[in-house]
T-cell receptor, first 112, second 112 residues
Framework: QKEVEQNSGPLSVPEGAIASLNCTYS??????FFWYRQYSGKSPELIMF????GDKEDGRFTAQLNKASQYVSLLIRDSQPSDSATYLC????????????FGSGTQLTVLP | DGGITQSPKYLFRKEGQNVTLSCEQN?????MYWYRQDPGQGLRLIYY???????QKGDIAEGYSVSREKKESFPLTVTSAQKNPTAFYLC???????????FGDGTRLSIL
């Protein structure tokens, strides 16, 4: 089992819809969770991070964390064509000061 | 301007050649990381350093080497032992292991 798994995609949604991106992780003790957006040919940029169970909202983005079920999701409301990108989920394993473990990403296309 | 600078943007390697990728930061961050990204894949950790003059192997260190002589700089050498070096190389930094990592713009390495 991969340590961090994302829905394989690609995912297409119409403009104005809600895009839902999911991520599950295997290490129950994981502490910190991050969502990065990566445009084609570019480096990842941080969108959201979440440490506690529940929802965290930032503009059109909401991160949801459920540690009991070991999943974290990203909702994008009122999706725009400019949201079309690959979204990477990253998890900080317990006791690891060294690194993040990344999922392979979900490609999102927002159709005008 | 504060940030992470990677150079060059594109690099070509001949057979049997070692090449060095530069990563410089002026964020005063202690921790620096090197990742490799293959097409359609997530990021895999090559090496990381939490303090000057110290670094640790990541998950795919074979065929790579690093140094950390200054806080600002963490160069990565891709040696001739790395038989499949074609990839997108990303440098990241963080000031605190619990905080998000931020990335440079990346170096795209290809074989001639």
């Amino acid at each position: 089992q991969k340590e961090v798994e994302q829905n394989s995609g690609p995912l297409s949604v119409p403009e104005g819809a809600i895009a839902s991106l999911n991520c599950t992780y295997s290490d129950r003790g994981s502490q910190s969770f991050f969502w990065y957006r990566q445009y084609s040919g570019k480096s990842p940029e941080l969108i959201m991070f979440i440490y506690s169970n529940g929802d965290k909202e930032d503009g059109r983005f909401t991160a949801q964390l459920n540690k009991a079920s070991q999943y974290v999701s990203l909702l994008i409301r009122d999706s725009q064509p400019s949201d079309s990108a690959t979204y990477l989920c990253a998890v900080k394993p317990p006791g690891s000061a060294r690194q993040l473990t990344f999922g392979s990403g979900t490609q999102l296309t927002v159709l005008p | 301007d504060g940030g992470i600078t990677q150079s060059p943007k594109y690099l070509f390697r001949k057979e049997g050649q070692n090449v060095t990728l530069s990563c410089e930061q002026n964020l005063n961050h202690d921790a620096m990381y090197w990742y490799r990204q293959d097409p359609g894949q997530g990021l895999r950790l090559i090496y990381y350093s939490q303090i000057v003059n110290d670094f640790q192997k990541g998950d795919i260190a074979e065929g790579y080497s690093v140094s950390r002589e200054k806080k600002e700089s963490f160069p990565l050498t891709v040696t001739s032992a790395q038989k499949n070096p074609t990839a997108f190389y990303l440098c990241a930094t963080t000031g605190d292991s619990n905080q998000p990592q931020h990335f440079g713009d990346g170096t795209r390495l290809s074989i001639l």
